[in-house]
C-alpha cells in the first residue's frame, strides 16, 4: 500500500502564492499518475490537478486553470502543486492521491486558507 503526507499549506492573502508538496512512499511511485484534490468545508472532495507518471500535466479543473501547476519528481517521489493567485474559494484541505484515488491511500491533506 502506498502512503501519501501533504505538506506545504497555510494562510495566504488573496492574490499570494503557495507551493505544496505531496511525499509517498514505497518504490513503485513512479510508474502510476497522480493528483491533487481538496475538499472545501460542506463540499465533497474535488480533482483539482492530475499528471502522469512521466511527468506530463492531464488536466486541471476550470476553477484553477492557469492559475495552479502541477509537476512531479520522480527521484524524490514527491509531487507539488505550485499555487498563484489564490482566491478565498481556493479555501480548502488539499489531498494527493493516485490520478484514479485509491481510497485507503488517502492522508491528512494540508489546510489551505485564502483569507485577508
Known amino acids: 500500500q502506498v502512503t501519501f503526507v501533504e505538506s506545504g499549506g497555510g494562510l495566504v492573502q488573496p492574490g499570494g502564492s503557495l507551493k505544496l508538496s505531496c511525499s509517498a512512499s514505497?518504490?513503485?511511485?513512479?510508474?502510476?499518475?497522480m493528483g491533487w484534490f481538496r475538499q472545501a468545508p460542506g463540499k465533497l472532495r474535488e480533482p483539482v490537478a492530475r499528471?502522469?507518471?512521466?511527468?506530463?500535466?492531464?488536466d486541471y479543473a476550470a476553477a484553477v486553470e492557469g492559475r495552479f501547476t502541477i509537476t512531479r519528481d520522480n527521484n524524490k517521489k514527491t509531487i507539488y502543486l505550485q499555487m498563484n493567485n489564490l482566491q478565498p474559494d481556493d479555501t480548502a484541505v488539499y489531498y494527493c492521491?493516485?490520478?484514479?484515488?485509491?481510497?485507503?491511500?488517502w492522508g491528512q491533506g494540508t489546510q489551505v486558507t485564502v483569507s485577508s
Open positions: 514505497g518504490s513503485i511511485f513512479s510508474t502510476f499518475g
Open positions: 492521491n493516485m490520478a484514479s484515488p485509491v481510497s485507503a491511500s
Open positions: 499528471i502522469t507518471a512521466a511527468g506530463l500535466p492531464i
